[in-house]
């Protein structure tokens, strides 16, 4: 199994930035496809962008042009990037291992004036 834990959210007023990350454990990191997924209370759980051990990236559509996903290996670190950010993306944001039932205790993000 790998432990992933996630850091960086807050609050945050529209139009701002934040940078999450999520610290991953074990030495096969660098081979897995890693997500961000966020759940809004009452809501289903919607993936956000994921990338690849070949470092390609897919990006939900609501997010495209704003958020950046990145990996740094040496560290088993995934960041996510978040510019522009909305009231509409408050949600708490999760680490995920593609395929696996490994997921993050997540951060909380809030977006608001």
């Known amino acids: 199994q790998v432990q992933l834990v996630e850091s960086g959210g807050g609050l945050v007023q529209p139009g701002g930035s934040l940078r999450l990350s999520c610290a991953a454990s074990?030495?096969?990191?660098?081979?897995?496809?890693m997500g961000w997924y966020r759940q809004a209370p009452g809501k289903q759980r919607d993936l956000v962008a994921t990338i690849t051990s070949g470092f390609g990236t897919n990006y939900a559509d609501p997010v495209k042009g704003r958020f950046t996903i990145s990996r740094d290996n040496a560290k088993n670190t995934v960041y996510l990037q978040m510019n522009s950010l909305k009231p509409e993306d408050t949600a708490v944001y999760y680490c995920?291992?593609?395929?696996?039932?490994?997921w993050g205790q997540g951060t909380q993000v809030t977006v608001s004036s």
């Open positions: 074990g030495s096969l990191f660098r081979f897995y496809t």
């Open positions: 995920h291992v593609s395929g696996k039932d490994y």
